[in-house]
């Protein structure tokens, strides 16, 4: 009999249905507008990943209060053939003239040319030149000026010819420093080879969003329409956006491309899924307006204190399809048990009170296990992670909550509306034949999965640490090298060269910085690991000339050698060449205000200062994908940091992209394990706070076991790696996979044990539903462009598949085995029935 608080509980919601949904509508507007806030939010940067008290996002922080922020946006224009070229470099000129004019907050400066560095280097040459090079200078002037006076008076008496001057050699060493030499003479920043000319966009701050980039990115397309465009000056140009910038705002439009191709085909799917399995259309609206709001529910709370989760980053921005494929379990079990009383005739009350009755515990238990097991990520420091739990876990419970709150109600209208009608189970359904399939073959079907987990636990033989994927640029979307920011980026690399971004070493002193500098070009030479990041330092004894006062007294002794007798001698090649080593006749010391602007980029702070940070360039690579690569260079780059700043002083901030991936890698690699325990000990307290110490919970548990282990071995057959994007896979796992366990295990239960068939076809149709709908909501992300999004989809996929088969299949055969080992003549633990 149903207990008469359950029947309490069904009249009360049936009696204030009204009010009750009231309520949740009118408290869905507000939710509804707040989840619309934390998606605008959506942020694809690494930053969002890291607690905020991360050693990279620390740095970070301390950059952003020294240094102007700089990105760079490149306009790129590809005019289609050497020919073309000037009239791309004149329109990128008119662009610049009229982007200058947008200021801040979008511009700090535009240039398409280097005229202004050059004009710098060439007044100022000399004091560039190395001590040695400069006395090396001198002593082949000497030379030369004590040959030609020997050569006057005749003391040559050996014909010795001439002691050269040539000082190609030296020359040569400096052209190879410098980043320019590629560009025309002309100064613009062009490749006529590659008919491609840049306009460089000097973006102001540190925005970890992009809608800066995309309003500047905007303003650029109306200035270019203003000036008529590329057919105004060349027919057959075109132009892209590249930089920072621009694949920021292209990796943020991917994904919300996605996510809206996926919410949409989730829903579909869903809507399809449940008018074929209930055939009553009525079904759809009944489940979906309380998954509706309750997914809305789960993330405007999540944005609330004490969690204040006002964003989604990459890794939790698909929750919203996720929570709908998962969350919707709980009313289809509960809407499939009301049918199915409704079908035997039961008023809709009665069979309310049944449905509720028979599912409370077995939903319940499921729902606190998806709990659980998306709340385990809430014991980790990464905030990518971090997030997923709050809200995963929220939206289960939520989920449940609205399913017995809202549904019943909203059932009961809807079925007087129009009631659903009687239908027959067809013997030739899926349920029909696994159910005649584990009653006829028990036996063979559970040899056939012994046989399965054994394979399995020999294919899983070699899983473990190992199996972590590092490689950070197989996480990143499909790249495209035909269109978009990456197309345009080879482009600009065919002008200006790859060169990567810096890592930024924020000291506290000029002091400190030439130590460090002299410290980490010592640990390269004999490290290897930092021999193959580094392509070089800089600080800013490379922008401001160290030793000027020695250089310029050095450049005086060579001017008075040169006299005009041998300057007259020099062929005119080499007389250039002196004079471009020579430079400026009045020369005078360099001060930081005379540097370009371009020069002091990543070095100059507000306040002025250029002596506080080291630049650290690293080498093009594959190395710099490598999470284990990565976090060994970041933890050496600190090391060397903490040695030159000594006991008890804080060393110098390692800042900047690498070191972010670095903390990312390691975080990872610590909150794994603590995840996955947490999500398993839940789990186990769990089904045994359900089922006590009974034949129950070791089928439950047997069923979680193996479905997870052929998970396992299905990821070391098909070799699908293990990151940061699809570790969570493993601990969603453990709650979903147990989901359908528990609710096979307690319809049987319910029923008497009596009947194994009953169950597979009843329960079983229905845990088969709930699998297909999370199956689509992970199944969505097998869209994506991200390939950490995709695979992430199809590890869970293959876990759905895997747990669904071991508790809807396997977990009955065995059943149906132990209970035909019962003693003959002892009857079969009595249920509390269907009442």
Known sequence: ??????????????????????????????????????????????????????PAVLALQELRQRMNGIRVLAVVVDAGSEQNLPAAERMLGDLATRVRTLGPPLVASARVDIIEERSFFEKYAPLYVDPADLQEIRRRIQARKDWQAAESAGANLDDEPAPSVDLSDIEGRYRGRDPSRRLPANGRLSSPSAHVSLLLID?????????????????????????????????????????????????????????????????LAVILALLAFYRWWRAVPALGLPLLIGVSFAFSVASLPPFHV????????????????????????????????????????????????????????????AAIAYGSLVTTHFRGFWQFGVIGGLGMAICWATSFVLLPPLVAALDRAGAPKQRRRRAGSLTSLLASLVVSYPRGVAAVGVAATLAALFASRHFGPSRLETDFSKLRRIDDTSAGARYWGQKMEAVLGQRLTPIALLTHSAQETRALKKALQEERGRDGLLESWIESIQTF???????????LAELERIRLLVTPAMRAKLPPDRLSLFDRFLG????????????????????????????????????????????????AFTRKLRAVAERVAGAGEAPAFVAGQVPLSADITEVVLQDAPRALGVALAGVLLLVIAAFRWSRETALVLGSLATGVLWLVALTMIFDIPIHFANFIGFPIAFGIGVDYAVNVAWRHRLDGARDVAE???STGGAVGLCSLTTIIGYGSLLLADNRGLYSFGLLSVLGELTCLTSAVVLMPAVMLLLEKEIVNGTPAPAGPGRG
């Open 1 to 54: 009999m149903v207990p008469p608080a359950v029947s309490a509980y069904v009249g009360w919601v049936l009696r204030h249905g009204r009010a009750i949904w009231t309520v949740a509508l009118l408290l869905s507007i507000l939710s509804f507008w707040r989840t619309a806030q934390v998606f605008q939010g959506l942020r694809s940067d690494l930053e969002s990943l890291l607690p905020s008290d991360a």
């Open 203 to 267: 973006v102001p701050g540190y925005s970890t969003g992009t809608r800066q980039y995309e309003a500047l990115m905007g303003a650029v397309r109306r200035e270019l329409t203003a000036i008529g465009g590329t057919e105004a000056y060349a027919p057959g140009m075109t132009y892209g956006f590249a930089g920072t910038p621009a694949l920021a705002v292209e990796e943020l439009r991917s994904i919300e491309g996605d996510l809206t191709i996926s919410t949409v085909l989730v829903v």
């Open 310 to 369: 006002t964003w989604v980053n990459s890794n939790t921005a698909f929750l919203g399809s996720i929570i709908i494929g998962n969350g919707i379990n709980f009313g289809i079990i509960l809407l499939a048990r009301y049918l199915e009383e409704r079908r035997r005739g039961m008023s809709v009350q009665s069979a309310l009170e049944i449905a509720i009755y028979a599912t409370r515990v077995g939903t319940a238990t499921a729902a606190a296990a």
């Open 541 to 551: 004894e490379d922008v401001l000339p160290s030793d000027q006062e020695a250089k």
């Open 584 to 631: 400026d006749k009045n020369p005078s010391t360099v001060v930081p205000s005379d540097l370009p602007a371009t020069l002091v980029a990543g070095l100059q702070e507000r306040n002025g200062a250029i002596d506080r940070t080291v630049l650290v360039y690293p080498k093009p690579g594959q190395n710099r994908w490598q999470g284990t690569s990565i976090a």
């Open 759 to 761: 169950t597979i076809q």
